[in-house]
């Protein structure tokens, strides 16, 4: 079985894989014909792929997320591969392969993400910052072990918002040693809340976005995060005015650091400075080393990637 | 008595105004000597003044917001009046003098404007947007009063900040009659609610914002009223998850319309777009309104207007 | 007869249509063979249609502007509803068919809209001003009766732009009301002449823009209105110093607001400031209004609309 | 007699200047007194200077546009040139001295620029074009022989405008040798087009702009220029949607290139691109060439100049 | 033989073509065959063609850059020409074709040009800058008698760059003519050094830029030259922190005028202001002049021009 | 002896500090007197000074940085702390002072930090990019153990540049260490060469920059440094066309990520992406804990810091 990131065009392949995308299509022959364009995905990354003459049977067994059993034969379309599928069938329970197994997921564990997540919050030394951190974390649990941190910028597969979360702790860890001035606990509940209301901003399955949710749409998360504090400190009977309150609120309003970002205000506080840049920091690097990653080896350079002003990453080999 | 707006270069007048900003300075002679910078308003305008060669009892008694009776002589410096006073004593009580008649303010009595309001608010159909709507007015009652609505952007007088609402709900009525697609329940508290953290985003005192509190730097009035409708939902029991709520939040955070001007989301319900525009309109309107009013009568063009592009208005005579 | 508007998927339909756009196209396959790629139009809003191996005599027969009966079999392709055209006449005499009647224009009807704009000419009471806005409404006259305001930002359909200055003036009526220092004959003038020279910059057919002029293209709708002011002037010997000629052109040059949106000055009088602003919230309030109207009822969210940020429209239902 | 370019920091010089400002001020000693806050200029630059204790007939003989002789002490001050005037007296008629010594103008008399001007449009071929670019110059005939090109801009003296145009002559003809596609007449019209409003765009005494008329800022030179060539097409009964009328006045309205910039439409045609840039080439170096030419020869960079984005300019000595 | 110019609709062509671009593809019928799509080229332009049907022999045969025999019928599809290949084979030695007859290239010889640019080197008067520049030139001889000055922007054809260079010198030239404050020798290496590093920084053949080079992508051609210039100084013994060195490297790095067009510093001596304003005003003509001359003659607009704020020339006839 | 940062208002110090600024100025008395504008500055901070009445021989003995004993009066003026000089005199030996304690400088001694970046040059395991880094440190040895990092932006001050560097350096350890994809020896020569011409691009003195260098202004130190390594590697005979030269080159090009903030390319390498954001951490961090420390520890709110969108930061306290 061969990953789809080993893909050769001009070859034949045979294998298991996810249907990320499944779209019913006419040809514009006459008569025109139903086909279905797919993307097909597993853990290495993924391609277009065309089954044509697709019988109606077809259109209702295949549908997006499930598992097939594909052969098909690789060529080279728009200076991009693409598959043309001529055989295809659902996965059997006999094939013994799990769901999981075809996702691209963090590089750690998600118990092991909400495992350090959790353990840091506890270390959480004023109770007032602990317990709105935790309400919060609480309404997403859920969610939290699977949700990627956004639909296409970075870290969109499956639990890449915790592994997000945990790669920024690590950092902000080190910058509070490195940097007195900084207070670790603001520092760790403004990592953990930053995004915590992206779960509820987006649908999203199997790490796949598949859109903005209408409350992400109108309020967004940032705003949602914020009324989240709100909401905590009234349950747990936290004065809505202090200073606790107020700096946290800072914390997420502020973390896309300009207006045009999405933030109503500017980092105005020695942790919501660090936020910001902790979180550009930890995003771009992962962008860079997913698109080298997904990337095959002796390709020189990446795809554009948006996020990076749009260039291309060169693999410097020195 | 002469109104600040009917000063003539070179002539001396007489009269009562408003000490609204005074500040001690030292004159770089040697020995250098103390002299009060001072700015005079009253409901008509305001001038610099200076009061040269200040006693110890001077810096003591003159300070800001007191009333004074003022003998001076105008002149020009740098194109611009200005008074070089020559006698000034505190108001005494048989003078009777009020504070309010030397305080620039709307045309309308604040008890007039919150009234309208008031019974804006009970012509809201809907029981809980209506209740939501007085949380939080109720919130901010006190200064509703007298509070300006900006710092110099628009209506920066007493008053101001209920006479932009009323002017809105005036024209919010009117379109909800032109345009019968728009809810005019979402319209009337869109209106009432948009700035209604106004009064705690800044620090004023009789229509003059003197800064912006620490939440106002911090959170910006657009995310505190945000979080205002969440606890008022909370308090009243309403669903936080209701459109009800959502639709109040989002007329809130977009009324901004872009994120360069502070607004994480941008309008996208027909009641967000109409709000937007209404406010827009009114502030621009009453920004050339105020500029015409305190020009004299004999000017063509009144001073440059930050808010209109930084541009002067034209007295057109046709 | 079904309305576009209410076509559904995988059904056939029957009706009347306007064909707006037809192309004749080739398909890749071997030997190529034509199709025509037709837009339908009726006035509940359009539809994308193919008419497979489309004979000579087809591509004669069915041009654009053309009323058409037909039969076909609509689908989803890319998200969007398609139709498959299974048999397509021209429209006959006994039909009973009128071309108007597919036509989306204005709720008003032109002759309405037209006697409003008149009726408001005659009550400007400056007669050189009025004089003015008689003469380049002139230029106009037959156009404006069915002119749109755009090719596609707003009111683009029949009647638009008439329809959009009779709307702006019962806002400017309200206006002059509100607010006693605006000059309501300047607003009216304003008003009217504001996009005066629209007919000239666009080439249009039943209220859909096929392209710009080249006047429209070299010197744009704004400068060739100001050249008819004083082309007024001059054939109704008013002087061009005047302070109205100056007003007039004020007026037109500023509505747009910025030089990037095409103002060569911003607007410096209280009726430039009014009419940019009334102009603004027209048009915006109408792309809400249109694209909620032509979205299906059961659809929450509209398209994307260019001219609100690019956003679409919630329908909130509260 | 020193020129004002070759003062030395503390020592004493006399000589002929001319008043370009004066401007009566206070002290804030006690009491204040008057003194003169002074721009001297003469034909190699300018320098700030104080009269100080100025008595009444001072301020009353000492008047912009006044030559005076004068024996002052010059100083540094904020790292600038500054003169302590001793002594002042009004210029008599003994001493020989005429104004337009005084003024900074351009390096080609007047007289010679607009016969330059003259002929130029005698060497266009098409009759009415040629016709048109008569009647515009006629308009500003008297004020072309002495008006600058812009406030501060560039060739900000006596005769500016003229020499502009007489320089991007000389370049439109090396251009349309180049490159024979270029239209000779229409280039040459477009360049004595393109700013001839401006002498009604400004208010201006020998070389010196003030201020900006009121039409000038409602209408602005481009739409003023625009409107002429109508105005002049009327007059001498040329076809106003004739291809000559527009394409002059897409000459006029886009040569600032961008709307931001001013233009409301940009370059569309080869006789327009070509003006923007010989307009802007043209520009920038005599920008840069009056920057070296006032800056003492011993100095290596000049003053921050604005129109080069901000960038003072270095003399490099190879 | 016709020009590809001169192609008309529904019409069939015989003549000889280069295959500028060669892609084989799938169509979507069932099965898929391989066809080719193909861009035709020659001197007066080029088009979209297609080789339905393309046997194996035909996709190893027609390869990019070569010169074919065509026959075929030339349709119109989404409103621009496209050829259907009836016949294709490739040119023979009989046929007496020259590859660089198909060549779009610029109007004047390689030989010329590159003999021009020598001869201005040899005209620099200063030894150590014209030892710079010449070491500079002989870095790239080769590429320079071919290479084109942009991928798409403008110069885009053989021998672009170098007659970009020349047509730049004649403007340098009248220039420091006109201004006697410019330094010819500087002015001169100024324009030969701006682009000199072009060649490395795309990879061309026969005047079409395919992609940019790896060192392209991560230097720019700005930094390259003024490296370049370095490793010159060194090599010559010149030194490196002399004016010159750093005149010329100033000039190279400051030509694209802003950051964000990519100069790292912006123009601060006197030549490279002239330097900058002459790049744009050739560049721009020639973008003019090549795509009036690429537009059929009956044709009044020439397609959108990217270079040219995305607008459209038009052929002003008067 | 006082620090400067705890000054108080209204009382008289003693003490020795700085002379970081004096300029001879004029009072505008009748007849003007001299006075020294002054700012005195020592490790805690800096205050605008005056010194009255300056004779002749305190104009000629009190120069930029001289260490002085100083006896004043502390008073407000403008919301800020100033002093008035009451005795001054300089320094003399007995006093035992030495110039450097009063100089704001970095926490770690110049030694150290050097230490520690000779070190890590010696970590670098490429021998050749090893050689370039020690080449490039080699040309500013001296100047390395004092410059600051910038004007005003971010450690302007003592050892400023190196002290950046080293935490940089550390953080980049981190990264490394986080993540493996990154090589250690580049992401080191890229911390240690991004800023390395910056002691060539500024003119300092104990660690105060005085203005810009010729060649920083017409190079800038981003393209000096990547001339520098091209120098370098000529110098080692090390290839200019290999990988390392260019990727050292890319590092320090592209560090300032954008065009407008004056990078000629964007980060198109993982370290390079890596340097930028480790550089941008660390400045905004610094900026913040500098603010913090020079601001009494009494007020909440800093100054505003122009690196931080003009932001004040907010002493939170929770």
Not at 135 to 161: M, N, Q, R, S, W
Not at 186 to 204: N, T
Request: glycine content about 6%.
């Amino acid at each position: 079985m061969t990953l789809i990131k080993e893909f050769v065009t001009q070859e034949e392949f045979i294998g298991f894989y996810l249907l990320k995308e499944v779209e019913v299509k006419l040809t514009n022959s006459t008569p025109p014909k139903h086909y279905l364009d797919i993307v097909l995905s597993d853990s290495s990354g993924e391609i277009s792929a065309k089954l044509w003459d697709a019988s109606e049977l077809d259109r209702e067994t295949f549908v997006p997320m499930g598992l097939v059993k594909v052969r098909g034969m690789v060529q080279t379309y728009r200076e991009r591969l693409q598959m043309k599928i001529m055989q295809m069938r659902p996965v059997k329970e006999e094939d013994g392969i799990k769901l999981t197994d075809f996702v691209r997921s963090a590089p750690i564990r998600a118990v092991d993400l909400i495992h350090t997540i959790r353990s840091t919050i506890v270390s959480i030394t004023d109770s007032e910052i602990r317990s709105i951190v935790s309400y919060c974390v609480d309404k997403v649990e859920e969610k939290l072990t699977h949700y990627p941190a956004a639909k296409t910028h970075h870290h969109a597969y499956f639990g890449g918002l915790a592994y997000h979360m945990v790669r920024m702790l690590e950092l902000g860890e080190f910058l509070c040693q490195q940097r007195s001035f900084l207070n670790p606990d603001l520092l760790k509940a403004g990592i953990i809340l930053h995004d915590i209301a992206k779960p509820e901003e987006m649908v999203a399955q199997l790490g796949i976005v598949s859109e903005y949710s209408t409350p992400g749409k109108l309020l967004g998360h940032i705003s949602m995060a914020s009324n989240w504090i709100t909401e905590a400190a009234i349950r747990l009977e936290i004065d809505l005015d202090s200073p606790k309150v107020m700096g946290l609120q800072h914390l997420v309003l502020s973390h896309h650091n300009l207006g045009e970002w999405g933030s109503p205000v500017q980092p105005q506080t020695a942790e919501a400075v660090a936020l910001h840049h902790i979180d550009a920091l930890d995003a771009k690097l992962q962008m860079v080393e997913d698109a080298l990653n997904t990337t095959p080896e002796n390709e020189d350079w990446t795809p554009m990637i948006r996020g990076l002003e749009n260039k291309a990453v060169y693999r410097l080999r020195v």
